[in-house]
């Protein structure tokens, strides 16, 4: 009685397992290591982007300051 209790144990444990693995969201999305690589880049480069930007705003504003 206990061994077939055990073994419908382990089994059940197990299904419960691979149902959960196999309804994962990410199982379905592979990014491929290019892809990560040019995204990662591409928010580096907007980011950089992004402060320039307000690096030669608050330039400017420091420039007309001392003009006048």
């Known amino acids: 009685m206990i061994d077939n209790f055990s073994i419908a144990l382990t089994h059940g444990l197990m299904a419960i397992a691979l149902w ?22 591409d928010a580096e480069r907007a980011a950089e982007a992004r402060a320039g930007v ?15």
């Open 54 to 68: 307000t690096g030669a705003k608050a330039g400017a504003r420091q420039e007309g300051a001392e003009d006048a």
């Open 20 to 41: 959960r693995m196999l309804h994962r969201d990410d199982l379905d999305h592979e990014v491929s290591p290019r892809l990560q690589w040019q995204q990662r880049r």
